[in-house]
């Protein structure tokens, strides 16, 4: 979600990501990051990768280490196994099995292909429930913002 605060090219996602954005800095939520979000920043060319290390300065954001945590590795891999994402999406499992871990009420994001779709949140659902963790949800920017209306 965070790269779409400067994504010219989908100014509808973007301009839902900034409207989004607004509520977080105003601690609405309280907000979890992954080093691997982090990662994902760092990897941005110039000038978004400066552009959105400012954005994440101006919110508060607790940051966990999502990787080399053996439950959430499990997890990860139980996403796999279950085809519910492939190896080649593994970061996205991260992210997903680190925010139920974590106890996440919502994953918020743009990916559509990989998280933000049937398949995925069924998938994940069961794997939930199964290994008794809480509910979660994943929702894009616009779907969040939509509930609150």
């Known amino acids: 979600m965070i790269s779409h605060l400067k994504q010219d090219d989908v100014p509808e996602k973007m301009q839902d990501t900034m409207k989004f954005w607004e509520k977080i800095k105003k601690n609405t939520y309280e907000i979890l990051l992954s080093n691997v979000t ?5 990897k941005c060319l110039e000038p978004k990768r400066s552009l959105l290390r400012d954005y ?11 990787e080399n945590d053996e439950e959430i590795e499990i997890m990860a891999q139980q996403i796999i196994e279950n085809k519910i ?10 992210h997903i099995a680190g925010a139920v871990v974590y106890g996440c009420d919502i994953i918020v994001s743009w990916n559509f292909k990989h998280m933000v779709n049937i398949k995925t ?3 994940v659902r069961a ?16 779907m969040l913002l939509e509930s609150e209306d």
């Open 38 to 42: 982090i990662g994902e920043v760092l």
């Open 127 to 142: 794997i939930t429930n199964l290994g008794n963790y809480g509910n979660i949800d994943i929702v894009s920017p616009s």
């Open 121 to 123: 949140i069924k998938g």
């Open 85 to 94: 994402l492939t190896q080649k999406s593994y970061d996205d499992c991260l």
């Open 56 to 66: 994440l300065n101006e919110i508060k954001y607790n940051l966990v280490d999502f």
